[in-house]
């Protein structure tokens, strides 16, 4: 028995050391991706983006508020490629992530419903954007009314 508690705090340990190892290696590929983007090296920054996601989804899960954050750079990145397509969908991907949050700030889904809608502006999505920033400024108009009471 007691070989066994300890082999389950040695594993335990050896987790909870893999994920600081993760989050650090995540910190350091979104600084790389951050620098690369700021660069205007668009395709490498693509590349160190989708590795942050993949990471991300394994540290985090699907539906954090970290993943959302790296979807929103992949999707800005791809919008930079003017590869709308992709752009949308992971703007979309991180927009669905932050509504369904509950520790989203307001400010964050504003932004992310603006950075959706430009990208559909740009892709000739009138429709869809227009929608997009009607969004924003309702969740945006929510927030003023319940901070004036």
Do not use: P, W
């Not at 028995?1 to 910190?27: F, G, N, P, W």
């Not at 989804?57 to 919008?79: C, M, P, Q």
Request: aromatic share 6%.
């Amino acid at each position: 028995m007691k070989k066994i508690i300890i082999l389950i705090i040695l594993l335990s340990v050896c987790i909870i050391h893999a994920q600081t190892d993760d989050k650090e290696t995540l910190k350091k590929i979104n600084q790389n991706t951050s620098a690369l983007y700021q660069s205007r090296k668009f395709d490498e920054a693509l590349i160190s983006a989708r590795q942050a996601v993949d990471l991300s989804i394994k540290i985090y899960g699907v539906e954090a508020l970290e993943t959302a954050a790296v979807y929103t750079n992949l999707g800005i990145i791809y919008r930079e490629k003017q590869e709308y397509t992709e752009s949308i969908e992971n703007l979309r991907k991180a927009t669905d992530i932050f509504q369904k949050n509950s520790k989203t700030k307001v400010e964050e889904l504003v932004d992310a419903f603006e950075t959706l809608a430009f990208s559909q502006t740009l892709s000739g999505a009138s429709k869809d954007a227009e929608a997009n920033y009607l969004q924003a400024i309702k969740i945006a108009g929510d927030k003023k009314g319940i901070e004036s009471r």
